[in-house]
């Protein structure tokens, strides 16, 4: 059986993707305050009514339909075998979700569009309040699974600066000047080079955290208890 979208549903993809990156791009050249709702669908060509039905409030324009679910981040963190770290969880997890859509995409912009998203959202500070508030289950979950490699509870201090460090890292990405450097409408596999670093770099805190596996193997012994095992 064909399980694709019938072609009602696909005109109203169609409808929805043109209302958003027609508000995208309003958005950018006029600013968040100043686009109204019938400039965007003047520019979506559509009814202001139809803007309304898809998208009941300017806001959902660029909170609507969040491709990184915390439900699938739990589910990947669970999922994950006993010698995977939560780390490896979460960067598979970003693969897995970024290569899905990269697929799906009607028009090839998916990360092009996520990146102009970034951008609005970090010039207002009322949208920067509400993103950033967005990701505090994030945080939670992946301190309470780097806890669980370190032995440690989620709440510790090395769990959660590690947990913030890669959530603050993924969710800043789009505003460093090395995804700025990327070609304009960049591929999966383009932002997964940067994800890798963000990565990296919350594993070499973790990495020098005291207990973590790898200090304990890196710490060296003292001169006295080399002393004493001579004795």
């Known amino acids: 059986?064909?399980?694709?979208?019938?072609?009602r549903?696909?005109?109203?993809?169609r409808t929805r993707l043109a209302?958003?990156?027609?508000?995208?791009?309003?958005?950018?050249?006029r600013g968040y305050r100043e686009t109204t709702i019938n400039a965007i669908a003047d520019r979506a060509d559509v009814a202001p009514r139809t803007v309304t039905v898809h998208f009941p409030t300017?806001?959902?324009?660029?909170?609507?339909?969040?491709?990184f679910t915390l439900e699938s981040l739990v589910d990947?963190?669970?999922?994950?075998?006993p010698n995977e770290s939560a780390l490896d969880a979460l960067r598979a997890w970003m693969a897995s979700t970024m290569t899905a859509f990269d697929a799906g995409e009607l028009n090839g912009r998916f990360w092009e569009r996520?990146?102009?998203r970034a951008h609005i959202i970090d010039a207002e500070p009322e949208l920067r309040g509400r993103a950033?508030?967005?990701y505090h289950e994030f945080e939670r979950v992946l301190a309470d699974a780097i806890g669980h490699d370190l032995g440690q509870p989620g709440t510790a201090l090395s769990p959660r600066l590690a947990a913030l460090t890669a959530v603050t890292g993924l969710r800043e990405l789009y505003e460093t000047d090395e995804a700025r450097a990327l070609p304009s409408s960049p591929k999966a596999a383009d932002l997964l080079a940067l994800v890798d670093r963000v990565i990296a770099f919350t594993r070499a805190g973790i990495d020098r955290t005291p207990g973590s596996p790898t200090s304990r193997r890196k710490t060296p012994v003292s001169r006295t208890r080399q002393a004493s095992k001579r004795d």
């Open 1 to 7: 059986m064909d399980e694709r979208p019938d072609r």
């Open 9 to 13: 549903e696909r005109k109203k993809q």
């Open 19 to 29: 209302i958003q990156e027609s508000a995208f791009e309003l958005f950018a050249e």
């Open 58 to 67: 300017k806001e959902e324009l660029l909170f609507d339909a969040e491709p």
């Open 76 to 81: 990947a963190l669970e999922a994950r075998q």
């Open 114 to 116: 996520r990146a102009l």
């Open 132 to 134: 950033r508030a967005g």
